[in-house]
C-alpha cells in the first residue's frame, strides 16, 4: 500500500495527504479532515496546519514525482496495457483481460466495471480512477500479474511515463513519451503475438 493520498478519506495513520487544487474543487478544504483520519504530513500550496507541513508550488507535480520515485520500481517490472479512445475501452479491455489470463499469464483489469486480479476484487466509483487509487490497484497486482489492463484517458495513461507502457487505441494522437500505437478497428481487433514487447525494447524515446 502506498503511503501517500489526495483523497483525506482514504488517508490512515501516518500517510502524507497532498491538496490537490482543480476547476470545481480545492483539496486545502479537506486538509483538517485528513489530519483527523491520521495524516503525518501535509503538502499544501498555502496555510499553516498543525501536522508537519510543507508548502510546494504545484501540490500535482509533487504527488506525481513522489509516487514516481517511490513506486516506480514496481510498475518497471509490470507490463500495463493501456486502452483509450472514445468507445469501446471497457470491452476491449475485458476482452484482452480474459483472453490473457485463458493463455495462462496472469493479469489484471482496470476500469470502469471495476478492479479485477483472479475475479473481482471491488467496484471503483470513477471511470477514472485518481493516480494514487491507479498506483494501488497496480502494486496490489504486483505479486500476482505480470499484465495490467487499463480502460482509461490518455492523459491518465501517460502518468505512468517511466514504466512499460504499449497504448491500444482507436484514435491516433501525438505523445510526449515512448509508446505503441494500434489501431482497433470498430468491429474487432486481434492480438497478434504474445509477449508483447516493454516500450524501450520496441521503439526509441520520441523527441
Request: aromatic share 10%.
Amino acid at each position: 500500500m502506498i503511503n501517500i493520498q489526495s483523497d483525506s478519506r482514504k488517508i490512515k495513520k501516518g500517510d502524507i495527504f497532498v491538496a490537490l487544487k482543480c476547476e470545481v474543487n480545492d483539496g486545502h478544504q479537506y486538509i483538517d479532515k485528513a489530519i483527523e483520519n491520521g495524516a503525518s504530513k501535509v503538502i499544501a500550496e498555502y496555510g499553516d496546519y498543525s501536522v508537519e507541513t510543507e508548502i510546494v508550488e504545484d501540490t500535482r507535480i509533487y504527488i506525481n514525482k513522489y509516487l514516481e520515485e517511490n513506486y516506480n520500481k514496481y510498475l518497471d517490472e509490470m507490463n500495463i496495457i493501456g486502452i483509450t479512445g472514445t468507445n469501446g475501452k471497457t470491452t476491449s479491455a475485458y476482452l484482452i483481460y480474459q483472453a490473457l489470463n485463458k493463455l495462462g499469464v496472469k493479469t489484471a483489469y482496470i476500469g470502469t466495471i471495476g478492479f479485477y486480479m483472479n475475479g473481482k476484487v471491488k467496484d471503483l466509483p470513477n471511470t477514472c480512477p485518481d493516480i494514487c487509487d491507479m498506483y494501488e490497484m497496480i502494486i496490489d497486482a504486483y505479486n500476482t500479474s505480470n499484465f495490467v489492463i487499463a480502460g482509461s484517458t490518455v492523459e491518465a495513461l501517460f502518468k505512468f511515463n517511466t514504466s512499460p507502457l504499449i497504448v491500444l487505441t482507436s484514435i491516433v494522437s501525438i505523445s510526449v513519451i515512448p509508446i505503441i500505437f494500434i489501431i482497433l478497428p470498430r468491429t474487432n481487433f486481434l492480438l497478434r503475438e504474445y509477449p508483447l514487447p516493454k516500450v524501450h525494447e520496441a521503439m526509441p524515446h520520441a523527441s
